[in-house]
């Protein structure tokens, strides 16, 4: 590389005035060249944007994310040729909004077939409107409607995006600060942000007005957290930029990633000048803020603009998520293909029927209809068949419903305002649910399964210190073990409730023998010592607010460990810019003192560390008052304990410390504790030195893997741990989850319980929360191995444990992350598909699974499995924080809750509720309803479509099936959106069959309908296609004979049948109404009998025009008795025919509910054993003879030399109590038992049993 290549231009380095500087620091450069190179100032604004950015002869400004390079600006120089800061939500503008809406529309192929419909009308010769495109009238209409809607949308966007382009905010003009508005910002600007303003772009903060470099920001508008988090000025960069001008006059430069979507990623750094040389100072997250946050408690900072407009991390972050369909807007696609190639079948039929009487017929007709042999000849050919196909393809248009999408958008929009406007759904807040998926409302009627996690969502996230273990001794657990309610396998309903009472703030650690051994001295220092650790160890941030401590805190576990060692007397007082971290330590009868630590680095807590290290040195205060920073350094590491424990130096561990530790971590467990292990260790001073370094270097590292790398280099330091401590915190459930659980789980719906915990926590929470119960029979895998037989043989014994369950007795299946890991990553694919398979059929055997361990990425994995397996069944997943996100948004419905961890899930998610609670009344009565009323608005409507078609295929059967339209033609354009329209609205946003309440307190068997989708299926769909067909049948037949054939005017008598059709379909489609509805209202029948009223009118007006062919045919039509007499017989006949089918099928399914319910679930994939709600609700709770069967947890038999090379000896120990399957970990266990429980030969057996 030439040396002009590694020297910056002075164009860019420094005004006129500073040439001899510039020279220096030239010559300085040619000996030490700067990583990135800047030719001039043309090639420093083109590096920003992708090479090619050219389209055609146009310059291509936006850019998705994945094509931009990685960004290099100076600061102070804007680059004028990446876009600029404005935002543009809205879809559309005066110009493009007529165009890109129909393009829109017309992207749904009903809209799509009823254009060409209208095109084909205009064609003379199978035109059944004398070349008019009627059907665009109601196709018009509906276009109209939901074009209105979309303009309405857009227009507040519109609104949106220009309040938000003309905010004001300083930017750095001639060394000055002048104000500007949002939407002319570019990158390398720099802006002052005040005190509450929000922050209008990305920026990196190089300035903060606080003491330290610190600033305060509020993030409610990104995640919807309150608390205030921290930013900083990158330490170095705090002594350079002292000033407004130094910033001015300083020369820097910044590099960094290219824009993408990720939040809490970060990653560059800035190159400034500082004594004629070139200083790197990484950038990182805590650098950085985004757009949308205000600043809080901070006068005003200065920050350079890094992403601007929809490069920002906001904005990339809003792309919708993939749109979900419902399963019956699945079936409604697909029977829409069906009715379709009926319609198709009926034409040919017709098409052939007609060319073959008019063939026979030709003499007798010639004359009647002015024919030639050239007719003739027409008529017999491929084209005559053509042109009949068409005739009938224009009388059977509406074969599809026109309105039916519309219909449906408009009642599902209106059914989400029920469920925000719910007073039983709002939160203690006042706060409402959102809905973001309206197209999903009756998904929510049909869940099979529910994949949930559990820290904060079934449990508060309040979190409360219960006990801690400390060297050999456990402090705390005096009460816990009077309040063990599962000790011995025994359940104590009243116990559960009293230790789910959170305890006053005094009496929340309930330690005897730690007050007394505090006060006493005798292990004084080490508790001393171990509250100093708590109060230490964290990632606060305290802020000052009138004399008060108020500590920020992102995770829950910090705080509570540091309120804790606040109520016992260490007081933390914060961190100072000069990173001394500041412990008060008061205690009654003793004197203050202050605890002082020089913080060195912090390596913080991440789902994929799963722990937190701090790094540190000593202060100590010497005879002349003065503050002493010790040579040695520190680390503290707290953390999950499978990670904690494999760091720990095995040579100096006290293994007598290790084995309490782990038996105080199941003790904790085993009351449903969180629990964190701490450890500390001593780090050499040369060592550390070395290791600073590589981690600066990692840490400016612009490559994907930078984040790898600062990993595996913070995993060098967090080695050779000394164990210390372990705590244990309390998550109280949430309000009436046991008893929403118990009410999912009786509609027949499977709980899946996602945790991090470990496994004797999860279990314990299972069997709070009532997924599981004392009396199931437990199957625990947990192992470590990953030989594929090994694990294999395991499953097997698993599933033979399962089958060989007591009559009536419900399972639960317990499965770790690991395990699911070593299933999933065999060497072989065909291995793991086969193994997972299995573990998918074993999760079919039992009532509720838990899993437990598991990371964020694995629960995605976990529902996509399922659904992977299962494609018949409708999934769940719930959750209330980030690492909830990919769950689900995987799931066939996603559900998030508000909770303290921010609103990420509940902005990803399709629906969001308050409170777990609140899903059983979404479940169960919504999603019930919806399902039920959706599914008969979706079949009425092809209904009445079949309904009003056909007759005129029974009357083809007299007129030699010419294709005579027998309709008025206006008349019949309005079937649709006016004559139909309302009563079907109006039934599926009012029709209630139960109240709320009783559908929530007896889910069985209301809910059942919705999983096994009885409510529309195929079975459901041609039953109602068959009621049309039936009695279109006998309108024909009835109106036809009821005229006499013989009137002089042919025409008159077809105008007579046609419109009394008609007006029986118009009276039987409204009256139908009647029969599906659950709850009759006036407002139903005003508006039923409204529509058929308003039908009368318009026929009547119509009627009254001397140009319209139906002149007076209304006076002549009804002046006949026969008529009104048809009409009674006709009506009643028809309707009777939905009668008694609808009613036979009622009593049917009463009679047999039990027997067809468990024969339709056996037929459901990974349902088959799941029958817990045909099961007598008062069978023994077999709480004396509760079992579990526990998979050790064991590592590879290729580690253990005695057994190197034999195959795995299995081994089932059970008793009264306690059955344990799986491979012995010591030789203390070598002992074998053969299984003594009751198999079964086949599934068949067990479902005999089950049904008898």
Request: with cysteine.
């Amino acid at each position: 590389m030439s040396n002009k290549e590694d020297v910056y231009n002075s164009s860019l380095l420094y005004n006129s005035s500073q040439d001899q500087i510039q020279s220096q620091l030239n010559e300085k450069l040619l000996n030490q060249p700067s990583y990135y190179i800047i030719q001039n100032e043309a090639d420093f604004q083109h590096r920003n944007i992708p090479k090619n950015n050219k389209f055609l002869c146009f310059r291509k400004t936006k850019f998705d994310w994945q094509e931009q390079p990685d960004r290099l600006i100076q600061t102070n120089v804007q680059d004028m040729e990446v876009i600029d800061n404005s935002i543009h939500t809205a879809k559309y503008n005066f110009f493009s909004f007529i165009p890109l809406n129909l393009m829109e529309q017309f992207s749904k192929l009903p809209n799509v077939y009823f254009l060409l419909v209208g095109f084909l009308q205009m064609i003379d010769e199978i035109s059944n409107s004398e070349g008019r495109p009627v059907i665009f009238f109601p196709l018009t209409i509906i276009l109209c409607v939901t074009a209105i809607k979309d303009a309405y949308e857009d227009m507040k966007r519109h609104m949106y995006d220009k309040q938000e382009n003309n905010k004001p905010i300083l930017v750095a003009r001639n060394k000055n600060f002048m104000k500007e508005q949002w939407r002319n910002l570019r990158i390398g600007n720099l802006i002052r942000v005040n005190r509450d303003e929000y922050i209008p772009a990305d920026i990196i903060l190089i300035y903060s007005s606080n003491k330290g470099g610190n600033c305060y920001v509020e993030t409610k508008n990104l995640d919807g957290e309150t608390n205030l988090k921290v930013k900083s000025v990158p330490k170095k960069l705090q002594s350079v930029f002292e000033t407004q001008s130094k910033i001015f006059n300083t020369f820097s430069v910044c590099r960094y990633e290219k824009p993408n979507p990720f939040l809490y990623k970060f990653q560059g750094y800035i190159e400034y000048e500082h004594q004629l040389k070139m200083i790197q100072q990484p950038l990182e997250i805590g650098n950085f803020i985004l757009r949308g946050c205000s600043l809080k408690q901070t006068d005003y900072i200065i920050g350079v603009v890094a992403y601007t407009g929809s490069d920002t991390k906001i904005m990339l972050n809003s792309v919708k998520a993939r749109p979900k369909l419902s399963t019956i807007q699945i079936l409604m696609n697909s029977e829409i293909i069906l009715v379709f190639l009926v319609q198709m079948l009926f034409c040919i039929v017709c098409a052939l029927l007609e060319q073959s009487w008019t063939g026979d017929n030709f003499s007798s007709i010639q004359f009647y209809l002015g024919l030639t042999d050239k007719d003739q000849k027409h008529n017999d050919s491929f084209i005559g068949f053509l042109i009949y196909y068409g005739m009938w393809m224009m009388l059977f248009t509406n074969f599809v419903p026109i309105s039916l999408l519309v219909t449906l958008d408009m009642v599902k929009f209106f059914q989400s305002m029920k469920i925000t406007k719910d007073k039983h759904m709002l939160g203690q807040d006042g706060s409402e649910p959102l809905v973001q998926s309206s197209g999903l409302n009756e998904e929510l009627g049909q869940v099979g399964f529910i994949f949930t996690d559990k820290t904060g969502t079934l449990t508060c996230n309040q979190l409360v210190f219960k006990a801690f273990g400390l060297q050999d001794k456990v402090y705390g657990l005096e009460k816990c073990h009077q309040q063990d309610r599962f000790q011995d396998d025994k359940y104590d309903q009243e116990m559960i409730e009293i230790q789910n009472i959170e305890l006053q703030k005094s009496k929340r650690f309930q330690g005897a023998d730690f007050y007394k051994e505090f006060n006493s001295f005798s292990n004084k220092e080490k508790l001393e010592d171990f509250m100093i650790y708590l109060a230490m160890c964290h990632e606060i941030i305290v802020e000052n607010d009138k004399e008060k401590l108020i500590y920020n805190a992102c995770s829950p576990d910090d705080l509570c460990l540091v309120e804790f060692a606040k109520e016992q007397g260490f007081e933390l007082l914060g961190m100072d810019h000069e990173n001394i971290l500041s412990i008060k330590k008061k205690l009654q009868n003793e004197q203050e003192e202050i605890f002082k630590f020089k913080i060195l680095n912090i390596l913080p807590f991440s789902s994929a560390r799963k722990r937190m290290s701090i790094i540190y040195q000593k202060i100590l205060t010497n005879s002349n008052n003065i503050d002493v920073v010790q040579e040695e350094i520190y680390i503290s590491t707290k953390g999950a304990d499978s990670i904690i424990m494999s760091r720990l130096d095995q040579k100096q561990q006290d293994q007598f410390v290790l084995q309490k530790t782990h038996d105080f971590l199941i003790e904790f467990a085993k009351l449903g504790y969180r629990t964190l292990v701490l450890a500390k260790g001593r780090v050499d001073n040369n060592f550390y030195v070395q290791w600073s370094e590589k981690m600066h270097q990692s840490q400016i590292i612009l490559t994907s893997e930078r984040d790898e790398i600062v990993e595996k280099v913070s995993d060098e330091i967090e080695q050779n741990l000394i164990l210390y401590g372990c705590t244990a915190i309390e998550d109280k459930l949430q309000e009436n989850v046991p008893q929403t659980i118990q009410k999912l789980r009786e509609a027949g719906i499977q709980i899946w319980m996602l945790t991090g915990d470990k496994r004797e926590t999860a279990i314990n929470v299972g069997l709070l929360s009532s997924i599981i119960e004392p009396s199931y029979k437990r199957v625990v895998l947990d192992f470590e191995f990953s030989k594929y037989q090994d694990i294999l043989a395991l499953l097997k014994q698993a599933k033979k444990e399962l089958l060989s369950c007591e009559e009536g007795r419900k399972t639960a299946l317990i499965v770790s992350g690991v395990s699911l890991d070593q299933m999933s990553h065999q060497p072989i694919e065909t291995h793991s598909d086969e193994l997972l398979t299995l573990f998918m059929k074993l999760a079919q055997y039992v009532d509720s699974v838990i899993v437990c361990r598991v990371s964020p990425k694995q629960k995605r994995q976990i529902v996509d499995l399922f659904r992977q397996k299962n494609p018949g069944a409708t999934t769940l997943a719930i959750g209330d924080g980030a690492n909830d996100v990919n769950m689900i948004i995987g799931a066939h419905v996603g559900i998030g809750i508000k909770g303290l961890e921010g609103t990420q899930a509940a902005r990803a998610s399709d629906f969001a509720i308050n409170e777990f609670q609140q899903l059983g009344r979404l479940l169960l009565y919504y999603g019930r309803e919806f399902y039920r009323k959706n599914s008969n608005l979706v079949l009425y409507n092809f209904y009445k479509n079949i309904l009003v078609v056909l007759p005129q295929f029974w009357y083809g059967f007299y007129n030699g099936f010419s294709a005579q339209f027998l309709y008025d033609l206006w008349i019949f354009q309005m079937y649709n959106i006016i004559f139909t329209s309302a009563p079907i609205v109006v039934f599926a946003l009012f029709d209630k069959e139960y109240k709320g309440k009783f559908l929530q307190q007896n889910p069985y068997p209301y809910y059942l309908s919705g999983i096994l989708n009885e409510c529309f299926d195929k079975k459901t769909f041609w039953q109602q296609f068959l009621i049309a067909i039936l009695q279109s049948a006998l309108i024909g037949a009835c109106c036809i004979q009821i005229f006499d054939t013989s009137l002089d005017n042919l025409d008159t008598y077809m105008l007579l049948v046609g419109n009394f059709m008609y007006s029986n379909v118009i009276i039987i489609s409204n009256i139908k109404i009647f029969l599906i509805s659950k709850c009759i209202t006036p407002l139903l029948i005003a508006f039923t009998l409204g529509s058929i009223i308003v039908y009368f009118i318009i026929f009547k007006l119509l009627n009254s025009l001397v140009f319209l062919d139906g002149y007076h045919i209304f006076d002549r039509l009804y002046g006949q008795v026969e008529v009104w007499l048809g009409h009674i017989f006709i009506v009643i006949a028809c309707l009777l025919i939905d009668y008694v089918i609808i009613n036979f099928k009622r009593i049917t399914v009463q009679l047999n509910q039990s027997e067809e319910s468990i024969k339709r679930i056996i037929q459901i994939p990974f349902q088959k054993i799941r029958l817990s709600y045909s099961v007598n609700q008062n069978q023994s709770e077999y709480s004396s003879s509760s079992r579990m069967i526990e998979m050790n947890e064991i590592k590879s038999f290729s580690q253990r030399a005695s057994i190197q090379n034999q195959q795995p000896q299995y081994f089932s120990q059970r008793n009264s109590s306690h059955v344990l399957i799986g491979t012995p970990q010591n030789q203390q266990q070598q002992q074998f038992f053969s299984p003594s429980s009751r198999s079964f030969n086949n599934l068949n057996q067990s479902f005999n049993k089950i049904q008898k």
